[in-house]
């Protein structure tokens, strides 16, 4: 399988505090995107980052990509209970094709 | 813009019936379909992949006739559960695909998703 590995598989923190996720994956990539799911619910884009970036922003989320140990972070900080959910990476290669990780759970306590 | 919509949410039906599933973008033309499978805490994991006219292009370990694709006009893609069983409860996602983002790039977007319970 191509498929990418994420940890922690489950992650539970305190509101305000930051979370970070960990995605690694296995071929060459065009780009790497990450999303959030909300249980039992579709996907939701969070942020794209091309294979000649090391690091993007997006409000209070951070994603660096290290494409010579084929591995990726999200940070979000300053958490919030509404920031619970499951966050996947997903690698693209030159076919629009997406390949997901396995998945964070963050769970984010008041 | 960009939104995707699913039909039916849910669905139960009884072992050995077909059970369609619609994917439709709505306010955009998709260049291609996608169709993806979620087994409970589980990752997404790509069924296949079909464009408007053509013959969809199934991942290694899925079932052609079993799981039937239409993909009818650039805005509506089916997914067709032949003699459902079982096993085959799961979480259905379609996306579809089309050039946007900072960087012009093939972009998907997902579905809300639709749950299968056959029993």
């Known amino acids: 399988s191509q498929q990418g590995e994420e940890d922690p598989q489950a992650l539970s923190i305190q509101e305000g505090e930051n979370a970070t996720m960990n995605c690694s994956y296995k071929t060459s990539i065009n780009n790497l995107q990450w999303y959030r799911q909300n249980s039992g619910r579709g996907l939701v884009h969070l942020i794209l980052?091309?294979?000649?970036?090391r690091e993007k922003h997006s409000g209070r989320l951070r994603v660096t990509l290290d494409t010579s140990k084929k591995s990726s972070s999200l940070l979000i900080t300053a958490s919030r209970a509404a920031d619970t959910a499951s966050y996947f990476c997903?690698?693209?290669?030159?076919?629009?094709?997406?390949?997901f990780g396995t998945g964070t759970r963050l769970q984010v306590t008041l | 813009g960009a939104v995707v919509s699913q039909h039916p949410s849910w669905v139960i039906c009884k072992s050995g019936t077909s059970v369609k599933i619609e994917c439709r973008s709505l306010d955009f033309q998709a260049t291609t379909m996608f169709w993806y499978r979620q087994f409970p805490k589980q990752s997404l994991m790509l069924m296949a992949t079909?464009?408007?006219?053509?013959?969809?292009?199934?991942e290694q370990g899925v079932e052609k006739d079993k799981f039937l694709i239409n993909h009818a006009s650039l805005t509506l893609s089916t997914l067709t559960v032949t003699s459902a069983h079982p096993e085959d409860s799961s979480f259905y996602i379609c996306s579809a695909s089309r050039l946007a983002g900072p960087y012009g790039q093939e972009t998907q977007y997902f579905g809300p998703g639709t749950r299968l319970l056959v029993l």
């Open positions: 980052i091309r294979s000649n970036e």
């Open positions: 079909s464009n408007e006219g053509s013959k969809a292009t199934y």
């Open positions: 997903a690698t693209s290669g030159t076919a629009s094709k997406l390949t």
